[in-house]
Nanobody, 126 residues
């Protein structure tokens, strides 16, 4: 099993920044891609960003390109999401996820992930 714990959410004004972190434990192993998804009230969970197992490839939703940056430290089993120029529409619960697929555009689909964190709330006020 893989356990994922997110941290770093909170309340920020529009235009501000937040940094989310995800710590993985358990059978982390090598080869797992990592992703971030978000879910706003009344909406479906949507893809935000993903990073391949070695950090060499990243995938971004169009809505966050140029504002969000994902990174990972395999030595520490952590993944980070730097969010800049936040907008009220970024408000959601953000989930960290791990996939046994290490690479590929399929990482933009939630069904590619077998492990999920409990989520952390991000609220952006206007």
């Amino acid at each position: 099993q893989v356990r994922l714990v997110e941290s770093g959410g909170g309340l920020v004004r529009a235009g501000g920044s937040l940094r989310l972190s995800c710590a993985a434990s358990g059978r982390t192993g090598s080869g797992k891609a990592m992703g971030w998804f978000r879910q706003a009230p009344g909406k479906e969970r949507e893809f935000v960003v993903a990073i391949s197992w070695n950090g060499g490839t990243t995938y971004y939703a169009d809505s966050v390109k140029g504002r969000f940056t994902i990174s990972r430290d395999n030595a520490k089993n952590t993944v980070s999401l730097q969010m800049n120029s936040l907008k009220p529409e970024d408000t959601a619960v953000y989930y960290c996820a791990a996939s046994d697929y290490g690479l590929g555009s399929g990482l933009m689909a939630p069904q590619s992930y077998g492990y999920w964190g409990q989520g952390t709330q991000v609220t952006v006020s206007s």
